[in-house]
């Protein structure tokens, strides 16, 4: 029997058209996950030009991950009533203009508010790609372009130090740090470009409403959620944060119970209850929002320990992540095998020895005060890499498997939201006593603590369902 799913994506976009597109989205994602990481590197540069506060360098990046994350499930909405392929380009123009914004700020001021406009855009295009890719691609070849994808996101967040180190060491054209958002300016055109020409998904067939009381929840609750863990960085945990954290779980409960609701009376909510009906979508919710959190809480602390605590340049601190993105691009392309040898003892494996490594790179830190020895380092980090690559880029594919195409679509705007909720918890949880404490000793602090989640991430990894279960009733089907 012909597979629906197959002739619905051959009908949209065709086979050429669909691998273009989906370049576009790969594209964006790049963009807008190496934003996150890139500006670490940069950080100290702009600080010293601007004269930026600490907490106005804090607000250069969590004010891009605030709007980004309070925009993606009003903006997957916004997708599905005026079209996917419209939301995308706008998104895209919005984002390269901001970029050129933030490459010209004169003030710390300007440059933050010109990151917020970065994230409001960002999350523009960012709700739709989930949705393109399932309408885009038969059923079959869903693992793959899921594995293409997260690997490209989990690239560009490990390439932005690298990348941010080269640039500023090279200082093209002068340009300094304001190079790390100008090189938005060709890759933004690029999947402008292709997005104008071959995505050609519309709006969704059945319309939804805007569902404003859910996006107003929804937006409240995550402000004062991912404010109060930003202010958490800076300020510690105060009583008015306490209070905020209240407001945001509070807040949290009337949206369930409104979007609960909402379901009941055949309506169209932001979030379906049904989406964590699936056991890979629910335990991979946690599991999922856990991992950005610590991979964001490293590249970031890493980032900042290198420069101000062992007083390498930014281009050595770039240089020192090489090792790192080679052993992530080899766990990544191993990964498919393994996971279908081991199943989802492989993602165990690699979350593990990502913890092991980073344990054995703080106890080394703690015995030679901060002294470090590329030769000896550069094991342990190609190995930790390594353990990355296996996990991240499997996770995600094996996290939606157990989805419809429909559920899928719906998925589009939550699970980046998921992924952003993690990253600000990673950086309030795993940051908060280093940034008060800019020393040998609060580096190997922050790095253990890195180590003890990545091996608590490892055992409940297993609680995933094991891909080699789901794939044999489907390979019965196809033989039969």
């Known amino acids: 029997m012909t597979d629906p799913d197959a002739v619905a994506a051959r009908h949209l976009f065709g086979d050429r058209a669909a691998w273009a ?10 963009m807008q996950m190496i934003d996150v990481t890139i500006v670490n590197v940069a950080l100290p540069n702009l600080t010293e030009d601007l004269g930026a506060s600490r907490s106005q360098q804090l607000l250069v990046i969590s004010g891009y991950s605030l709007a980004f994350a309070c925009t993606l499930l009003p903006a997957a909405r916004l997708g599905a009533l005026v079209g996917r392929r ?11 203009a901001a970029s050129v914004w933030c490459g010209t700020a004169s003030g710390a001021t300007e440059l933050v ?25 038969p059923r079959e070849r869903h693992p793959l372009v899921f594995a293409v994808y997260g690997a490209t996101a989990g690239f560009a967040g490990m390439l932005g130090p690298l990348l941010g180190g080269l640039l500023i060491g090279a200082n093209p054209f002068g340009l300094g740090w304001h190079s790390v958002f100008l090189i938005n300016v060709p890759l933004g055109a690029i999947a402008f470009t292709l997005a104008w020409r071959y995505l050609r998904l519309g709006r969704d067939r059945n319309r939804p409403g805007l569902h404003p009381a ?9 402000f004062l959620l991912l404010f109060a863990l930003a202010e958490v960085q800076q300020r510690g945990w105060r009583p008015e944060l306490l209070g905020a954290l209240a407001g945001a779980a509070a807040l949290g409960v009337a949206f369930v119970v409104h979007e609960r609701a909402e379901l009941r ?23 999922i929002a ?35 993105a080679i052993g992530a691009g080899v766990g990544a392309l191993v990964s498919p095998l393994l996971l279908r040898r081991f199943g989802v003892l492989a993602l165990a494996f690699g979350i593990a020895l990502f ?26 980090v190609i190995a930790s890499g390594f353990g990355v690559g296996i996990f991240g880029v499997q996770l995600q594919p094996l996290m939606l498997s157990g989805l419809d195409q429909e559920r899928m679509a719906e998925a589009s705007g939550v699970l980046p939201t998921i992924e952003q909720i993690g990253n600000a918890v990673g950086l309030a949880a795993l940051s908060a006593v280093f940034f008060r404490a800019h020393t040998v000793d609060g580096t190997v602090t922050m790095m253990a603590a890195i180590a003890a989640v990545a091996v608590a991430l490892a055992v409940a990894t297993t609680a995933l369902p094991d891909p080699r279960r789901l794939d044999a009733p489907r390979s019965a089907v196809r033989h039969a």
């Not at 009376?265 to 599991?287: E, M, N």
């Open 265 to 287: 009376r055949g309506g169209s909510p932001l979030v379906r209850a049904d989406l964590f009906a699936d056991r890979g979508f629910r335990v991979g919710s946690g599991i």
């Open 86 to 96: 419209s939301m995308f380009l706008v998104s895209v123009v919005a984002f390269t």
């Open 21 to 30: 597109a989906f370049a576009a989205c790969l594209i964006a994602v790049f």
């Open 113 to 137: 508010v010109a990151r917020v406009v970065q994230g409001f855009a960002g999350a523009g295009f960012a709700a739709q790609t989930i949705a393109i890719i399932t309408a885009g691609f």
């Open 355 to 380: 913890g092991g490594c980073i344990g054995a790179g703080a106890g080394y830190l703690w015995i030679t005060q901060g002294e470090v020895n590329t030769l000896v380092a550069i094991g342990p």
């Open 290 to 324: 856990v991992f950005f959190g610590l991979f964001t809480a490293f590249v970031f602390a890493m980032s900042i320990a290198m420069q101000e605590v062992l007083d390498w340049s930014a281009v050595r601190t770039g240089l020192s992540m090489t090792p790192f």
């Open 214 to 222: 859910g996006v107003a929840l929804s937006t409240a609750g995550l």
